[in-house]
C-alpha cells in the first residue's frame, strides 16, 4: 500500500510500511524535496511561514477543492491523493513569476522575505476562494473577484515581522475587483500623480484569472478514480472508511494489550498539546476519511455536523442562508455561531482543525476552547462511541465528564434549533431570542487564545405591567478563563429568570457571577477575566434595562431583531498614505527600485541557511539550556532508551579541542561562555548540544534530556537589580561611552517651582521575534579548517570566536552569510554561540552539523531587550518649563556582558530629545543571574524616549495641564540642543525637529481632532479615545566598513560588503550606490548597469573587517564603502575609455571597455575601507508621530485609529526601503508599548515562550490608518550623499501610541470617578508596557460596570 500525492505537479509514491506515521508534510517538504518555500518558524500553526495549498478531488462531483493548511502540523500520511502547491509551485525564476510574486515585490512587500512564500500562498488561496464563492458580477479576466475586505482578511493569521504589514495588505488589495486603485500605498509600478487609473492597472504585472495554476494534476485524477482500498489493521497508520470500520479497528486494539493509539482529524491539536509530537503511538486512526464523520446536514431538528468536518466547512455551512421557516430567529444564531468560529485560530488552521478534534481537546485536556462555550450556550448534543456503545449526551454532560478513553470517539455534534417557549409558557405573546458571542483576546480577529469566551442565549418578552424586559429563561455560558471546561452560569441564569431587567437586578446578577466565574490557581490576570464575564453580561443584557425597551416592529430597544447593536463592532478597513519625496540627484541612488531578490523570496527561492541542502552524513543539534539559575551541574542523562532514539553525542565544555578555549561569543570588550563550566550562570544558559541523525530527534532528546543539579554552598543568585546593588554587582561601562551630564542639577532644582522626588518606573523586555530562528551549518574541511554559514549579523565576530574555541589560526575558519531571516539585533552576539557549538560539534564529530533553534529554546536562551528599574527627580516651574532631571538608572544586563556597555549612552542620548535644563544622572548595568541582554533594535534608546515622555505625563499632570503643551515647552532650541548632543548637534538647518513637530500637526489635523476627541469622549460612556503627538531624536554612529567591487570579464559586476543583508535593504542600496558611482563610466543606460551587479555573499575570510550589521548606519556605511571602490575603478578605467572614445569618436559601451581593461590588465577589483572621521560618525535623526487611540472599557481593548509619522530621512537613498523600514519599525515598537509580553517566572525563565502566548502585531492590530511623510531635509555635507538612517529611530514613535492609550485611560478614570460615591481611583497612574487589555482594564477600573450601576441606582432613586 502506498502513499500517493503531488506536489507542484509533481508525482510522489511513498511506501506506507516504511513511513513513520509522525512524519509531518513540512519536514517532508524541506528535508526530502527540493521545495523548500515553505518554511519553519513556530512549528505550532501560530504563524503561517509553512502554509501550502491543499487541494482534493471529488471524482463523483468532478469538483477541486483547493484551501490552505499549515504545513508544520499536516501530518503527510494524510495527504494521500491530495495535491500541494507551494510558493514556487505558483512561479518561480525559471518558468515566470506569479503575479502575486511580482507585486509582492513591487509593493516593497517582502523585506527579509521568511514570511513572503506563506503571505503569497494564503493570497491566491484567497483568490481561488472567490473565484468559487464570490457572487460578484463577472469581471474581467485580468481581475479576480475577490473584494477589498476580503483581500484584507487574505492574510490575517500569517505573521511578518519586518514590514507592519502595510505594503502586504496593498499587494492584496491590488487584486481585489472593488479596489480604487488610487488608495494603494507606495510601489515601484506607478508614481502617484504621475498617472491616470487605466495606466496604473495596465502597469501592475496582470493577472489572469482564467488561466491561472492548475493545482490538481490530470495524473492524480486518475488514480484516485482508480483508487485502492487497503486493509486498515495492517499499518501503523489506517485510514478507515465507515463508522464499523473504525468501531472493529478500535476494539482489536483494545484487545491487544498495550497498544496506544491516536485518533487523527487535522492534528492541529499537537500545535498546542506539542509532547504529543514526541509521543510515539502504536496506530495512528484516520478518522477524515468516513463520510459519517464528515457529514453536515441540516435536519427538522437542527444541524447535524459530523465530528471530523473541519471548523472551515461549519462555518460555510452555518452561514448559508437557508429558510428556517418554523424558525425564522434562528439564521441569526447560525450566524453568530459562525462569526465567532472565524475568530478560532486562523484560516489554515480552521481549514485542517476538526470541530471534534476541539471539542476533544477540551473534554480531555481542558483547551481553553471557543467551540466548546458556544456550542454550549446553544444547547448543542453530542453522539459518542465509547465503551458504553452509543450515546447520545448534551455537550455539557459530556464536558462534565471523566476524560474520555484514547479510543472512545467522538461521532458529531447536534445544535438544535430553539423552540421559544419551550420551558414555560407565558402568557404574553412577544417574545424575542436574542443570541450572542463574546471574545476578550489579544487580538480581534483571531489566532489568540481567549482570555474569557461567552455566549448567552435569551428569550425575552415585554411586560406591560411591569413596563420592562422580562427574561423568560436564558442559558449563560463562560469559559477560556482558566475552568476545568465552559460552564453554564446556572446561579445567575436561575436568577434572571422571570425577573424584569433593571439596573439593580443587572447588578445582583453580576454579584453573583463574580461568585461563579472564579479563574483557578495559577491563570494569569483572574481578575481581569472576571470582569470580562461581567462586562460581556452587562453588554448583553443593558440595552434592556431601560424601561423604554418595548418592543416594535419586532425589535427591542437596543436589539434589532435579536442582533445586539454592539456586536455589529467591526474594525474600520486598513487605509494609509505615503508621502515620498524621490531624488534623482544622484540617480539611480534615490530612486524607489525593488528590493534586490524581492521576487525570489516571495516565491520562496531565496536560499537561507537552514535552505542549504544538508551535506553528506549531516548531523543535527539541538541545545540543552540550565533551568536553574544557579547551580552546579551534577550531569546529563536521559529518563530511558527511547528518549535517545538517534542521538550521537552530547557536546558540552569537555569537547572543546586542547588548545581551545570555552568561548562562546566575543565582543568588543568582552567575552561569554559557550557552555556553562561547572556551574550555571543563568537560566537559558547552553549546557550541552545534543547531536542526533535528525533535527527532530535531536529536539527531542534534549527536551528529554535531564540535567542534575547540586546548590549546596553556593551562594544565592541575583534575580533582580536591587540585589545586584546590594551586592555590588555591576558591569563595568568604559568611560569613552559613558554618557556626559549637562549643566548642575542642584541649581535646576532649586530653580524649580514644583519637584516631583524619587518617582519610579519599571520595564520589561522585548523579544525579536525574527521569523527564522537561530540558525548555523558547520561543515569541516581539510587541516583542522571549517566553514560555517550562519545566520548572523557579525560574521567577523563569529569567525574569531570560533577560532579561539577550537584553538586554531583565524585563517582556518571562514563565515558564510547570505541573508537572514530578520535579526533585529537578536542576530549579532546571540547568533555566535550557535555558530560556534555547531562547529564544536562538527570538529568532535569530524561530520557536518547543523542546529535549527526551535522557537521555544530561541525564546528562553536569547534574553531580549534589557529590561530596567528607573527613579527620577525632576524639577519645573509653574509654566511646564522644565529646569532639571536626576535619574538613577539600573539596567538589568543579565549573566553575560554582551555589548550592553553600549546601553547607558543610547538611553541617555533618546532622553535627550527634550530640553531639561540641567541633567544628571547614575546608570549602572547590573550583573545578575538573569539571561544575559542583547542589543535589540533600538536598544537602550526606546527605553530613553519612553522614561522622557513618561516624565513629562508626569510633569503635565502635576499641574493638570495639556501634556501636549508640556511637551512644547520642553522642545530644544537648538542652542540647548547643540549644549546637550555635544558636538554631534550639527548645523542649524539641521535641526528639523521643530518643524516637523509642527508639520505633523497640520498632517493629521491635529487641532481640530483633539476637539472631536473631547466631543467623543462626552457622549460615550464604554469608549474612550485619546489622541498623542511626540517628538524623538536619535542619535546614531557610523563604523568602519569594509566595500570590494569586482568587474567580471563579460561585464557583471560582484560587490561584497561587511553588511549584511537582514531584509533591511542594504544590497539595494548598495547596488543603486555602484550603479551611480561608476556613471562616468557609463554611456548607456543606468538601468543597465543596476541590472550586471549583483552583491554577493558574505564571507568572512574573502572580506574581513566586516564590523557589525545594527545601529541603523551599516547600508550607508557599505554604501559608501563601495562609493570608494568605485571611484578607484573608475580611476583606473577612465583613461581607457577617453582613449577609447577618442578611437571610436563616439561614446563606448561599457563591455567593450570592459575586454579592454582585461586585455590591457587592468586592475578591475577595487576594495576599501570606509572609516568615517570624527565629525561625520555622529549625527541626529528626527520623526513626529500623532496617534489616536480607541479603547473599550468593558474589555480594555485598543484600537489604533490612525497614525501619522513625519521622519527626516535626509535625502533618502531608496525611499521605498526607507519607507518599510520607518513602518516596520513603527509596527514593532508598537507590539512592545502595546502587545508583546515577555514575562519570566523569578529564576527568569520565560514564560511566554510561544506564539500561543506572545503576540506580535498583526494586521488587525496595527493603526487603521497609517500615514507617512519622508522628509527630504535637503543638504547634508557629513552624510553618505545627504541621506539619514531609518532602521532603529522610527520604533521609538510608537510611544506616541501609548500616550494616547494614556490620554484616553485618563478619561476613562476621569469618568469612573463621577460614577464613584468616593474617589479611590486618583488622577496619578501609570499605564503598564505592554498596555495589554489586561493592563488597560485595570487602569480603567475592573469594576467600572458595578460602579456604573451602583451611580444609575442612586441616580434612578433620587
Ligand atoms: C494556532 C492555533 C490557534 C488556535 N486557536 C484557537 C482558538 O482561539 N479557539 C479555539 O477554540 N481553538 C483554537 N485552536 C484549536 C483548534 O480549533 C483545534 O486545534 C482543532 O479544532 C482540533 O481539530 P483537529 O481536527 O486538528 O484535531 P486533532 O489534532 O486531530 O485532534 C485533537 C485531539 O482530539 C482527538 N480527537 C480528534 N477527533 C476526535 C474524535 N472525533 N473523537 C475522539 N477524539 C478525537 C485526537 O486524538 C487528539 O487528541 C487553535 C489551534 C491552533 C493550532
Ligand atoms: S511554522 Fe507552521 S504555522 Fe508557524
Ligand atoms: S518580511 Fe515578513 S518576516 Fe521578514
Same mark, same amino acid.
Given at each position: 500500500m502506498s502513499l500517493v500525492f503531488a506536489i507542484n505537479g509533481e508525482r510522489f509514491e511513498l511506501y506506507l510500511s516504511s513511513l513513520d506515521p509522525s512524519t509531518t508534510l513540512l519536514e517532508f517538504l524541506r528535508y526530502q524535496t527540493p521545495f523548500k518555500s515553505v518554511k519553519?518558524?513556530?512549528?505550532?500553526?501560530?504563524?503561517? &511561514?509553512?502554509?501550502?495549498? #491543499?487541494?482534493?478531488?471529488?471524482?463523483?462531483?468532478?469538483?477541486?477543492?483547493?484551501?490552505?493548511?499549515?504545513?508544520?502540523?499536516?501530518?503527510?500520511?494524510?495527504?494521500?491523493?491530495?495535491?500541494?502547491?507551494?510558493?514556487?509551485?505558483?512561479?518561480?525564476?525559471?518558468?515566470?513569476?506569479?503575479?502575486?510574486?511580482?507585486?509582492?515585490?513591487?509593493?516593497?512587500?517582502s523585506q527579509c522575505g521568511f514570511c513572503t512564500p506563506g503571505m503569497c500562498v494564503s493570497l491566491f488561496s484567497a483568490l481561488l476562494d472567490a473565484e468559487k464563492t464570490s457572487s460578484c458580477p463577472e469581471t474581467s479576466p485580468?481581475?479576480?473577484? #475577490?473584494?477589498?475586505?476580503?483581500?484584507?482578511?487574505?492574510?490575517?493569521?500569517?505573521?511578518?515581522?519586518?514590514?507592519?504589514?502595510?505594503?502586504?495588505?496593498?499587494?492584496?488589495?491590488?487584486?481585489?475587483?472593488?479596489?480604487?486603485?488610487?488608495d494603494l500605498g507606495f510601489n515601484s509600478f506607478w508614481r502617484k500623480g504621475n498617472v491616470n487609473k487605466e495606466e496604473m492597472l495596465r502597469r501592475l504585472p496582470r493577472y489572469d484569472r482564467n488561466n491561472d495554476i492548475c493545482t490538481f494534476p490530470k495524473f492524480l485524477k486518475d488514480e484516485i478514480k482508480s483508487e485502492m482500498v487497503s486493509d486498515p489493521k495492517k499499518y501503523r497508520w489506517c485510514s478507515p472508511t465507515s463508522v464499523q470500520e473504525l468501531q472493529s479497528l478500535l476494539e482489536t486494539c483494545k484487545a491487544t494489550n498495550g497498544v496506544s493509539v491516536k485518533l487523527v482529524a487535522g492534528n492541529t491539536g499537537t500545535g498546542y498539546y506539542k509532547a504529543e509530537k514526541d509521543q510515539k503511538y502504536d496506530k495512528y486512526i484516520d478518522l477524515t476519511r468516513i463520510p459519517e464523520l464528515k457529514k453536515i446536514q441540516k435536519t427538522d431538528a437542527g444541524f447535524e455536523i459530523g465530528a471530523a468536518a473541519t471548523i472551515s466547512k461549519v462555518i460555510k455551512a452555518l452561514n448559508e442562508r437557508k429558510e428556517f421557516q418554523i424558525y425564522p430567529y434562528m439564521e441569526q444564531m447560525f450566524g453568530k455561531l459562525a462569526s465567532h468560529m472565524e475568530k478560532i485560530a486562523s484560516r489554515f488552521i480552521r481549514n485542517l482543525g476538526s470541530i471534534g478534534g476541539n471539542l476533544m481537546m477540551a473534554q480531555r485536556k481542558q483547551f481553553p476552547s471557543d467551540m466548546a462555550t458556544i456550542l454550549l450556550a446553544a444547547d448543542a448534543t453530542v453522539n459518542i462511541m465509547s465503551s458504553r456503545g452509543l450515546e447520545k449526551i448534551t455537550l455539557e454532560k459530556l464536558l462534565e465528564r471523566d476524560p474520555l478513553e484514547s479510543c472512545d470517539v467522538l461521532l458529531s455534534v447536534e445544535i438544535p434549533f430553539w423552540d421559544l417557549g419551550r420551558y414555560e409558557s407565558f402568557p404574553e405573546a412577544d417574545s424575542e431570542f436574542l443570541f450572542e458571542t463574546y471574545r476578550g483576546a489579544p487580538r480581534p480577529l483571531g489566532n489568540g487564545l481567549a482570555y474569557l469566551n461567552a455566549a448567552f442565549l435569551a428569550e425575552i418578552s415585554y411586560n406591560e405591567t411591569l413596563k420592562g424586559t422580562t427574561v423568560r429563561n436564558c442559558r449563560l455560558a463562560f469559559g477560556a478563563y482558566g475552568t476545568k471546561h465552559a460552564i453554564r452560569c446556572k446561579v445567575v441564569e436561575k436568577f434572571l429568570s422571570g425577573k424584569v431587567i433593571s439596573d439593580d437586578v443587572l447588578y445582583k446578577a453580576i454579584e453573583l457571577l463574580r461568585d461563579t466565574v472564579v479563574p483557578k490557581d495559577g491563570t494569569t490576570s483572574p481578575d481581569y477575566r472576571s470582569s470580562l464575564a461581567v462586562g460581556f453580561l452587562f453588554e448583553f443584557f443593558h440595552p434592556l434595562t431601560q424601561s423604554r425597551a418595548k418592543p416594535s416592529n419586532g425589535s427591542l430597544n437596543g436589539y434589532k431583531n435579536g442582533f445586539h447593536p454592539n456586536s455589529q463592532k467591526t474594525l474600520p478597513m486598513l487605509s494609509s498614505t505615503q508621502h515620498v519625496i524621490v531624488n534623482d540627484e544622484y540617480y539611480p541612488v534615490g530612486e524607489p527600485v525593488i528590493k534586490a531578490g524581492a521576487s525570489l523570496q516571495a516565491s520562496g527561492e531565496a536560499v537561507y541557511v537552514d535552505d542549504i541542502p544538508s551535506p553528506l552524513n549531516c548531523l543535527y543539534g539541538a541545545f540543552i539550556y540550565s533551568t536553574r539559575p544557579k547551580a552546579r551541574i551534577k550531569g546529563i542523562h536521559f529518563e530511558d532508551d527511547s528518549s535517545r532514539d538517534g542521538v550521537l553525542d552530547v557536546i558540552s565544555c569537555k569537547d572543546i579541542p586542547a588548545g581551545g578555549q570555552n568561548i562562546g561569543a566575543k565582543a568588543f570588550f568582552s567575552s561569554e561562555s559557550l557552555f556553562a563550566d561547572e556551574i550555571t550562570q543563568c537560566v537559558g544558559q547552553i549546557v550541552a548540544l545534543v547531536v542526533a541523525n535528525t533535527q527532530r530527534n535531536a529536539d527531542r532528546a534534549a527536551n528529554l534530556a535531564v540535567v542534575e543539579y547540586e546548590t549546596e554552598d553556593l551562594e544565592p543568585p541575583i534575580l533582580s537589580?536591587?540585589?545586584?546593588?546590594?551586592?555590588?554587582?555591576?558591569?563595568?561601562?568604559?568611560?569613552?561611552?559613558?554618557?556626559?551630564?549637562?549643566?548642575?542639577?542642584?541649581?535646576?532644582?532649586?530653580? &524649580?517651582?514644583?519637584?516631583?522626588?524619587?518617582?519610579?518606573?519599571?520595564?520589561?523586555?522585548?523579544?525579536?521575534?525574527? #521569523?527564522?530562528?537561530?540558525?548555523a551549518l558547520a561543515v569541516p574541511d581539510e587541516d583542522k579548517c571549517m566553514v560555517i554559514y550562519?545566520?548572523?549579523?557579525?560574521?567577523?565576530?563569529?569567525?574569531?570566536?570560533?577560532?579561539?574555541?577550537?584553538?586554531?589560526?583565524?585563517?582556518?575558519?571562514?563565515?558564510?552569510?547570505?541573508?537572514?531571516?530578520?535579526?533585529?539585533?537578536?542576530?549579532?552576539q546571540k547568533a555566535i554561540p550557535v555558530a560556534t557549538a555547531c562547529a564544536v560539534a562538527a570538529n568532535t564529530l569530524q561530520r557536518p552539523v547543523r542546529i535549527y533553534v526551535n522557537r521555544k529554546t530561541d525564546m528562553i536562551m536569547t534574553g531580549g531587550r534589557h529590561p530596567m528599574k528607573i527613579t527620577y527627580s525632576v524639577g519645573f516651574k509653574s509654566s511646564g518649563k522644565i529646569t532639571a532631571l536626576e535619574l538613577e538608572i539600573l539596567v538589568d544586563a543579565g549573566a553575560g556582558p554582551d555589548i550592553s556597555a553600549i546601553i547607558p549612552s543610547n538611553i541617555i542620548g533618546a532622553l535627550k530629545k527634550y530640553n531639561w535644563g540641567t541633567l544628571s544622572f547614575n546608570v549602572k548595568l547590573c550583573r545578575t543571574n538573569l539571561p544575559s541582554r542583547t542589543t535589540m533594535r533600538a536598544p537602550g534608546d526606546l527605553q530613553g524616549t519612553y522614561i522622557a515622555e513618561a516624565i513629562i505625563e508626569h510633569v503635565a499632570s502635576t499641574l493638570s495641564m495639556d501634556t501636549d503643551i508640556v511637551r512644547e515647552i520642553n522642545l530644544h532650541t537648538y542652542e540647548s540642543l547643540a549644549l546637550f548632543y555635544k558636538g554631534g548637534a550639527g548645523e542649524p538647518h539641521? *535641526?528639523?525637529?521643530?518643524?516637523?513637530?509642527?508639520?505633523?500637526?497640520?498632517?493629521?489635523?491635529?487641532?481640530?481632532?483633539?476637539?472631536?476627541?473631547?466631543?467623543?469622549?462626552?457622549?460615550?460612556?464604554?469608549?474612550?479615545?485619546?489622541?498623542?503627538?511626540?517628538?524623538?531624536?536619535?542619535?546614531?554612529?557610523?563604523?568602519?566598513?569594509?566595500?570590494?567591487?569586482?568587474?567580471?570579464?563579460?561585464?557583471?559586476?560582484?560587490?561584497?560588503?561587511?553588511?549584511?543583508?537582514?531584509?533591511?535593504?542594504?544590497?539595494?542600496?548598495?547596488?543603486?550606490?555602484?550603479? *551611480?558611482a561608476l556613471g562616468p563610466l557609463q554611456s548607456g543606460r543606468t538601468e543597465e548597469i543596476l541590472e550586471k551587479i549583483r552583491v554577493i555573499q558574505s564571507d568572512s575570510l574573502s572580506m574581513i573587517q566586516g564590523n557589525f550589521t545594527g545601529g541603523s548606519t551599516t547600508s550607508e556605511g557599505s554604501c559608501e564603502a563601495v562609493r570608494l571602490c568605485c571611484n578607484s575603478l573608475v580611476e583606473r578605467l577612465k583613461p581607457l575609455?577617453?582613449?577609447?572614445?577618442?578611437?571610436?569618436?563616439?561614446?563606448?559601451?561599457?563591455?567593450?571597455?570592459?575586454?579592454?581593461?582585461?586585455?590591457?590588465?587592468?586592475?578591475?577589483? &577595487?576594495?576599501?575601507?570606509?572609516?568615517?572621521? *570624527?565629525?561625520?560618525?555622529?549625527?541626529?535623526? *528626527?520623526?513626529?508621530?500623532?496617534?489616536?487611540?480607541?479603547?473599550?472599557?468593558?474589555?480594555?481593548?485598543?484600537?489604533?485609529?490612525?497614525?501619522?509619522?513625519?521622519?527626516?530621512?535626509?535625502?533618502?537613498?531608496?525611499?521605498?526601503?526607507?519607507?518599510?523600514?520607518?513602518?516596520?519599525?513603527?509596527?514593532?515598537?508598537?507590539?512592545?508599548?502595546?502587545l508583546e509580553e515577555y514575562t519570566t517566572n523569578s529564576d527568569g525563565l520565560v514564560l511566554n515562550d510561544s506564539t500561543w502566548t506572545y503576540k506580535i502585531p498583526t494586521t488587525d492590530t496595527i493603526p487603521r490608518q497609517f500615514n507617512v511623510d519622508i522628509l527630504n531635509s535637503g543638504n547634508h555635507e557629513k552624510r553618505v550623499l545627504s541621506s539619514k538612517a531609518s532602521g532603529e529611530p522610527p520604533l521609538l514613535l510608537a510611544v506616541s501610541v501609548h500616550c494616547a492609550t494614556l490620554a484616553a485611560a485618563k478619561e476613562a478614570r476621569k469618568q469612573l470617578r463621577a460614577w464613584k460615591s468616593h474617589d479611590d481611583s486618583g488622577s496619578m497612574f501609570q499605564l503598564p508596557i505592554p498596555a495589554t487589555m489586561p493592563a488597560v482594564k485595570e487602569i480603567c477600573g475592573l469594576h467600572i460596570v458595578e460602579s456604573y450601576l451602583e451611580w444609575k441606582i442612586r441616580e434612578n432613586s433620587r
Open positions: 519553519l518558524s513556530c512549528g505550532e500553526g501560530g504563524c503561517g &511561514a509553512c502554509v501550502v495549498l #491543499m487541494s482534493k478531488y471529488d471524482p463523483v462531483l468532478n469538483r477541486v477543492e483547493d484551501f490552505t493548511i499549515s504545513s508544520c502540523l499536516t501530518l503527510l500520511c494524510s495527504i494521500d491523493r491530495c495535491s500541494i502547491t507551494t510558493s514556487e509551485g505558483l512561479g518561480n525564476s525559471r518558468d515566470g513569476f506569479h503575479p502575486i510574486h511580482q507585486r509582492f515585490a513591487g509593493f516593497h512587500a485580468g481581475v479576480s473577484k #475577490m473584494t477589498v475586505l476580503e483581500a484584507e482578511k487574505a492574510v490575517s493569521g500569517n505573521l511578518c515581522r519586518c514590514t507592519g504589514y502595510r505594503p502586504i495588505v496593498d499587494a492584496c488589495k491590488s487584486f481585489a475587483s472593488d479596489v480604487d486603485i488610487e537589580v536591587e540585589d545586584a546593588v546590594e551586592k555590588s554587582s555591576f558591569f563595568p561601562v568604559p568611560p569613552f561611552l559613558y554618557p556626559q551630564p549637562v549643566g548642575d542639577t542642584s541649581k535646576g532644582m532649586a530653580e &524649580a517651582e514644583h519637584r516631583i522626588l524619587n518617582s519610579e518606573v519599571r520595564l520589561g523586555s522585548q523579544y525579536f521575534f525574527y #521569523m527564522e530562528t537561530q540558525t550562519s545566520s548572523i549579523q557579525n560574521p567577523q565576530f563569529a569567525h574569531s570566536t570560533i577560532a579561539a574555541c577550537l584553538g586554531v589560526p583565524e585563517h582556518n575558519i571562514r563565515v558564510i552569510t547570505r541573508r537572514v531571516g530578520g535579526g533585529f539585533g537578536g542576530k549579532t539641521e *535641526y528639523t525637529l521643530p518643524s516637523m513637530w509642527d508639520r505633523v500637526a497640520v498632517s493629521s489635523d491635529f487641532e481640530k481632532r483633539v476637539s472631536m476627541i473631547e466631543e467623543f469622549n462626552g457622549t460615550n460612556e464604554w469608549r474612550k479615545r485619546g489622541i498623542s503627538r511626540v517628538p524623538i531624536t536619535y542619535q546614531v554612529a557610523l563604523f568602519s566598513t569594509p566595500g570590494r567591487v569586482s568587474i567580471l570579464n563579460d561585464g557583471s559586476i560582484a560587490v561584497e560588503v561587511g553588511g549584511i543583508e537582514l531584509g533591511q535593504g542594504l544590497w539595494t542600496k548598495v547596488k543603486q550606490m555602484v550603479a *551611480y575609455k577617453e582613449t577609447l572614445m577618442q578611437r571610436s569618436s563616439g561614446p563606448v559601451n561599457w563591455n567593450t571597455l570592459i575586454t579592454q581593461a582585461y586585455a590591457q590588465s587592468v586592475n578591475l577589483s &577595487a576594495s576599501n575601507l570606509y572609516t568615517p572621521d *570624527y565629525t561625520s560618525s555622529r549625527y541626529l535623526n *528626527y520623526g513626529t508621530a500623532v496617534s489616536e487611540v480607541e479603547i473599550d472599557l468593558l474589555t480594555g481593548q485598543t484600537t489604533v485609529l490612525r497614525t501619522d509619522i513625519v521622519y527626516d530621512c535626509g535625502k533618502s537613498l531608496n525611499p521605498a526601503v526607507d519607507l518599510g523600514q520607518i513602518e516596520g519599525s513603527f509596527i514593532q515598537g508598537l507590539g512592545f508599548f502595546m
